[in-house]
């Protein structure tokens, strides 16, 4: 009777991959092992066997390390292939860019590119693996530069910004314009939060990994009057300070943990910050390590573009806590991101796009804000997937025996709406954006001017290449 390898977990070194670049992995990238389950599955339903798939799964499961590796050895073993990671926003792709720079020592050279969209960037055919945003992809895809047909991996990471009503339209165009082109190109959509995923998959002509599996339990709850009511029914006795954000981050911190809070505006991340240094640094200094801190505050003095906003950060960092907002210069964020990372500065308040994709797992996650300001609408309450998107910020792995993700109830009352509404509900589908008046004639005219479609019946084609005409036309 022969073994059944579906009750076999996979290694590293079991993977179709070469020697040289397994034994990198395991080396440089924290002695990783085995495989996670949802990186198992990818592999065996054929992810290095170049099939097109989405990774709908948890945060902290592997899905950027399985892009990696699809990525890196497309590159070492298809002489000459390139890959392109793709990503939602500017920053996120130079930190994707900075983490995948490890692999130049095997040789694969890593360039990233993000603006400039009137330009075909050629210097870019001198590179292996190009990292830049859905915008930029979508201009040079207009450009139809020559070092495209040499595109092996196309990874759109954050897949569910098709639903986005300005991002979702550009990824659709990149989609159409790569079919249109005849490329030969393997397609790897990852993200945590797609309702669904089955849909995406068959509009991806994708195999689909789905999976709610995660390497650290996940407890979510919200926070009112001093007690933390959980889904499960179950709840915690928290002291309270007389500030629900402040009395859930020294709980945190005081019993050795991060917090990452979440809230809707960038005065609030400077107001709450502010509010926590404050505490803490009266508390005394046993919770953090003054030295270091100090050390940091400098860094960011020297580095900051902004003088006002640095010297306010470079204080408030010097009791442990930091704000993180789309203000701060990029490299300004990235001594707080790698400061937090690093365990010394222990409360990071965001806004709420670095929910996008950064990697900065905390204890413990706090939304203090559901609802947020749109222009022209008013107050609106966040959707589900962008609160699920926060929550998989809980749990560092290796160093946390579980994540929290708690909401803030201003009333009794609101403690059911917000664990119906939030916790207990499901992920919204993600729906297509390009049928809107501004997106279709962006498109199709950029598809035209570019010279994708000639006539009537290549437009068709061009359209029926996007997310709308799977979900008008589902059987087809």
């Not at 195999?207 to 979510?220: G, Q």
């Amino acid at each position: 009777m022969g073994i059944n390898v579906w009750l076999v977990t996979l290694r590293i070194a079991d993977l179709p991959l070469p020697d040289v670049l397994k034994d990198f992995v395991i080396r440089e990238r924290g002695g990783i092992q085995e495989l996670y389950p949802p990186q198992e599955e990818a592999v065996r339903k054929g992810l290095f066997d170049g099939r097109n798939m989405v990774m709908c799964t948890s945060t902290a499961t592997g899905k950027t390390l399985m892009a990696e590796l699809v990525m890196v050895n497309a590159v070492l073993t298809r002489g000459g292939v390139k890959a392109i990671l793709a990503v939602p926003l500017r920053a996120l792709a130079y930190e994707k860019a900075r983490d995948l720079r490890i692999y130049e020592r095997l040789g694969v050279r890593i360039a990233v590119t993000t603006g400039e969209y009137d330009k075909e960037d050629a210097w870019l055919m001198n590179y292996d693996i190009v990292v830049t945003t859905y915008e930029k992809l979508d201009s040079l895809l207009r450009h139809k530069a020559e070092w495209l047909k040499q595109v092996g991996v196309l990874v759109i990471d954050e897949i569910h910004y098709i639903d986005d009503d300005k991002r979702g339209p550009t990824i659709e165009s990149i989609i159409a314009k790569v079919k249109a082109l005849g490329l030969n190109t393997q397609l790897l959509a990852l993200s945590a939060t797609v309702g669904n995923a089955e849909e995406i998959a068959n509009y991806l002509n994708a195999e689909l990994v789905v999976s709610d599996w995660r390497p650290v339990k996940l407890r979510e709850g919200v926070y009112y009057d001093g007690v933390i009511y959980y889904a499960d029914g179950s709840r915690a006795l928290i002291k309270d300070l007389g500030n629900p954000v402040l009395s859930l981050v020294m709980n945190t911190i005081i019993n050795g943990g991060q917090a990452l809070v979440f809230t809707n505006s960038r005065s609030n991340t400077v107001k709450l910050a502010q509010q926590i240094s404050h505490y803490i640094c009266n508390y005394g200094t046993k919770l953090i390590e003054p030295s270091a801190l100090t050390k940091i505050s400098s860094s960011i003095i020297e580095t900051s573009q902004s003088k006002l906003l640095g010297e306010e950060l470079a204080r408030i960092v010097k009791c442990g806590v930091a704000f993180h907002h789309a203000g701060l210069d990029m490299d300004t964020r990235s001594i707080v991101e790698n400061s937090f990372r690093d365990r010394l500065i222990k409360v990071v308040v965001a806004t709420t796009t670095l929910a996008a994709g950064v990697n900065l797992p905390a204890r413990r996650v706090i939304i203090h804000e559901y609802r947020r300001y749109e222009p022209g609408i008013g107050m609106e309450e966040l959707p589900v997937m962008e609160y699920k998107q926060m929550a998989g910020r809980a749990g560092r792995p290796g160093l946390d025996p579980y994540g929290e993700a708690v909401l803030i109830a201003r009333s009794e009352d609101e403690i059911d709406y917000l664990i119906r509404n939030y916790v207990n509900a499901r992920v919204e589908d993600v729906k297509s954006k390009f049928l809107t008046d501004k997106n279709l004639a962006t498109h199709v005219l950029s598809a035209i001017a570019s010279g994708y479609a000639s006539s009537i019946d290549d437009v068709m084609r061009f359209v029926s290449s996007t997310r709308v005409h799977s979900e008008w036309f589902p059987q087809e």
